[in-house]
């Protein structure tokens, strides 16, 4: 039996998004937080088909276009990679809102998208760059030590350790050793009371005119984040409100590894804060998957 799927590629910052058009498999009915489930449990084939080797990669982020269960919201997105469903996706939805515009399913103007942790609202500029209201964020933990390391636990869509000194410099000549570190580090924090941790962030001095800090994101699948990262830009916010550090309505410019950047602020809501991010992405591919189920590799490799 082959299947074909419909996707479109693009790119936030370095960081990739596959968008999922067509040919996804039936999840039913519901809200996304239900179709995520039954995506998760069942459709774990195709999750890996879509993005790992032979047609994908370890960084590679993928977004499946869902029917949206709230009448308010022009689409519903499952975000995905290489071992999993991922909560929210910052860059992600800057790549969707950006793929949505180039199908003419939307116009510039302000756009709201069915998560799997909620509803966020976006908005495509007449210039191309996206505004991203990311769900309610927090931090729920200060001063965390693992091994030599000392950081915040939060909450920006995914759960984070941030970490301001890591002892090593933010730069692509290191990110081995970051990438060891970081893998080490959210190991011990898996093991030792935060098993809901998928995420660990490092900050450095910035190089990129007008960035405030520069960082090194390790993602869950292992592969590091090209992108400053949308939700670890949020769970930053979060932390520096906190500290106060950074006041409401305030920019703070994200550096990532690479040197691309991402602005964001934020508002106040109760105990928590609504961030904003600001980016763009860039459309780069658009193609039709081929999954033969003759193909040894079909359903990925690893």
């Not at 040919?23 to 039954?38: F, M, Q, S, Y």
């Not at 809901?196 to 292992?222: I, Q, R, W």
């Not at 949020?234 to 990532?256: F, H, N, P, T």
């Amino acid at each position: 039996m082959i299947t074909r799927v419909s996707i479109i590629d693009s790119h936030t910052g370095g960081e990739p998004t596959r968008v999922v058009v067509s040919g996804c498999p039936d999840l039913g009915g519901g809200t996304v937080k239900d179709r995520v489930k039954v995506f998760h449990d069942q459709h774990g084939a195709f999750r890996a088909a879509v993005v790992k080797e032979p047609r994908g990669n370890d960084v590679l982020v993928g977004a499946l276009l869902l029917e949206a269960a709230e009448p308010e919201c022009v689409c519903g997105v499952i975000f995905f990679n290489n071992v999993g469903v991922l909560g929210m996706c910052g860059h992600g939805t800057i790549g969707v809102m950006t793929t949505l515009a180039l199908l003419g399913r939307i116009t510039p103007g302000t756009h709201k998208i069915e998560t799997c942790v909620g509803v966020v609202t976006a908005t495509l500029h007449e210039d191309g760059e996206v505004s991203l209201e990311n769900v309610p964020s927090f931090r729920t933990r200060k001063g965390v030590k693992v091994g030599e390391l000392t950081g915040d636990i939060a909450w920006g869509g995914n759960w984070f350790f941030l970490c301001d000194n890591a002892g090593v410099e933010i730069s692509l000549k290191n990110v081995d050793t970051l990438t060891v570190l970081a893998w080490r580090a959210r190991q011990a924090l898996n093991q030792n009371g935060f098993p809901e941790l998928d995420h660990v962030e490092f900050f450095g001095p910035p190089t990129a005119e007008g960035a405030h800090s520069k960082n090194f994101v390790l993602c869950p699948g292992n592969a590091y984040d090209r992108s400053p990262c949308g939700t670890g830009t949020s769970a930053k916010l979060a932390c520096l409100a906190a500290d106060g550090k950074l006041a409401e309505g305030d920019w703070w410019v994200q550096e990532s590894v690479i040197g691309s950047t991402l602005a964001g602020t934020y508002r106040r809501e109760g105990e928590t804060i609504i961030p904003t991010i600001k980016g763009r992405a860039w459309v780069n591919a658009e193609a039709t998957l081929i999954l033969d189920e003759r193909d040894p590799f079909c359903w990925g490799i690893g």
